[in-house]
């Protein structure tokens, strides 16, 4: 049996600043049949190349989208990229069947510890209803939602911890 093909969607507005979703990309880019696709670092101008990202998602299997968690929100390069390249006829609408079938999987990043996202914590929702609307755009899609893979309580972590955090990725993702 062979692998599934996976695309990374990382988007990041600081990447060179980040501690924890670079050992995460750092932990994933050993999976042989992996292709990172870093937003901020081929649009730092936001103007996304819509055709050359629908032959990605195209040739791969499995998308995962990897990013900090801002503002209870994907960031603005992820946002735009969604808003470009999963267009009517492509992604969705008449003729939009092109990602059916495929698995989407989130990969977030939050500074806040994870019980600030529990009903009734610091932030009030969990981080699964806080990320509904991409779950919401894999079934419009077609997509097969996977489950969310978090780190949570980031800002506060040691290299342990970052260790662990790295190394559950990349078993994750090998697994898909």
Do not use: C
């Not at 600081?14 to 901020?40: C, E, F, G, H, I």
């Not at 990043?109 to 932030?123: D, L, V």
């Not at 009030?124 to 969310?148: C, D, F, I, K, W």
């Amino acid at each position: 049996m062979s692998q599934n093909r996976i695309l990374l969607i990382h988007a990041h507005r600081q990447p060179a600043a980040s501690r924890v979703n670079k050992a995460m990309l750092q932990a994933a880019s050993t999976l042989p049949n992996l292709t990172v696709n870093d937003l901020m670092t081929r649009y730092p101008d936001f103007r996304i190349d819509v055709e050359a990202e629908q032959q990605l998602l195209l040739a791969h299997d499995v998308i995962v989208l990897q990013f900090p968690f801002y503002w209870y929100s994907t960031p603005a390069i992820l946002k735009e990229w969604q808003d470009a390249v999963l267009a009517y006829g492509f992604a969705y609408g008449s003729g939009g069947d092109k990602l059916r079938g495929k698995k989407l999987m989130v990969a977030t990043t939050t500074g806040g510890p994870a019980e600030s996202y529990q009903a009734g914590g610091y932030n009030h929702y969990t981080l699964s209803e806080l990320l509904r609307p991409l779950q919401a755009t894999a079934n419009l899609a077609g997509m097969a939602y996977q489950p969310v893979f978090s780190a949570s309580g980031v800002l506060g972590l040691d290299e342990a911890g970052l260790d662990r955090v790295a190394t559950g990725y990349h078993q994750r993702l090998a697994a898909l």
